[in-house]
């Protein structure tokens, strides 16, 4: 399943849920990119490019997140289940 | 067009923001079609806070009125109560406590989610 | 092709989502998907012409009309709507029809994906 994590209030709980599920793949969007992802770190991890540039994050999370744009988040949520936390 | 499975995710507190209460009628919406489509209500983080059996449900009431009807269950997640001191004792009668890993598992039985 | 529903809850201005919802909309629709709006509470205003800002920027609902003119399908909540003292949407741009929930209830049985933002 996918967890659209997108802000400091519910996207924790996205990242909470990812933790229990063995196939989670986890997608930071809008303020998740600021969320701490050391929990999830053995889960698939993407961010989206634009609002991890725009946040100065990218150095931040070279090492934990893929980052993507936005073509390849419309496969990712055609091709998984997506529970949202945006 | 098929039937689907609508989890509908209440995470915010009553009553300083409206989603609590938007998330509420999405619930009966999501209903309303040709299809009707199944709702679950889960409330979870602080949204926990609306299942307190004295909360105020004046602005809700035709929703639960729908609820009644459609048999939708409301859920409130144990862990989520416990964080927050809240008791069983202390919840309407409608509403059932989950586990989180029950929770869990009901986003991976609904088809979609919203979160309000 | 596939059809991805996306409920915006945000007004414009104020928070970021209108900018992710134009965005992921118009990936989508490049990618040759169909893409409906659902838009709720505040999100409504994204629909209202006459925009100006004083800085050169994009304006929300310039955004909004050019996903509409690519082919996006975009319902207002009526009661939102006319919650807001917007009237049936009257200062609405074209392409943004006004409903209700039982449209939402079609777009979520009609919906290969749905998120909310």
Known sequence: ?86 | MAEKKVLINICRAPFGTVFYTEGLRAAVGVSAGIDENIPTVLFQSDGVFYCLKDVDRTDALAYFESYKGMGTELCAVKEDLDERGITEAELADDITVISKERAFELFQENDFSMDF | MARMAIMLTEGPWQTENYEIFARLAEAALDKGHEVEGFWYIDSVYNAIKHQKFPEDVPLPVERMKKLVEKGAKIIACGICVNARGLEGGKEFIDGVRVGGLPDLADMVSDADTFITL
């Open chain 1, 1 to 86: 399943m996918l967890y659209l994590c997108g802000d400091k209030i519910i996207g924790p709980m996205g990242l909470q849920y990812a933790q229990m599920d063995p196939d989670a793949i986890v997608v930071l969007i809008k303020d998740g990119v600021y969320l701490d992802t050391e929990a999830v770190k053995d889960k698939k991890i993407y961010a989206i490019d634009e609002d991890v540039k725009r946040r100065g994050m990218e150095d931040r999370l070279k090492d934990t997140a893929d980052i993507i744009g936005y073509d390849k988040l419309v496969d990712l949520v055609f091709e998984n289940k997506v529970a949202n936390f945006v």
